[in-house]
């Protein structure tokens, strides 16, 4: 399983960037996928997981109402939407998958996931 992490750039605050995430996998609907980041000297936080089915998304409140995550199974890709963008969202950002039941919510901590992508720089300048 290979991920693919791209559409990254600078862009000044308040502005949008869309993230995609191509996973290169026969069928991504058997996988939740998550995003992170990573800023300097921070640690990396989870910005977005969307479940197998899509049927759950989670987001913790410094993205919640800014950021939308979306998946195309039969593209195998997964979409960031990045609005009202901030200078604190500067990060890499990096997309993981993992494979998971039907029934289960999307994890939300790095270590729960199997598969990783190189990440994609976003620099939000103010």
């Known amino acids: 399983v290979q991920l693919q992490a791209y559409g990254g750039g600078l862009v000044q605050a308040g502005g949008s960037l869309k993230l995609a995430c191509a996973v290169s996998?026969?069928?991504?609907?058997?996988?939740?996928v998550g995003w992170f980041r990573q800023a300097p000297g921070k640690e990396r936080e989870i910005v977005s997981a969307?479940?197998?089915?899509?049927?759950?998304?989670v987001y913790p409140d410094s993205v919640k109402g800014r950021f939308t995550l979306s998946r195309d199974n039969a593209k195998n890709t997964v979409y960031l939407q990045m609005n009202s963008l901030k200078p604190e969202d500067t990060a890499v950002y990096y997309c993981a998958a993992k494979r998971t039941i039907l029934t289960m919510p999307p994890p939300e901590r790095e270590n729960d996931y199997d598969y990783w992508g190189q990440g994609t720089q976003v620099t939000v300048s103010s």
């Open positions: 996998i026969r069928s991504l609907s058997n996988f939740a």
């Open positions: 969307i479940s197998r089915s899509g049927s759950r998304i």
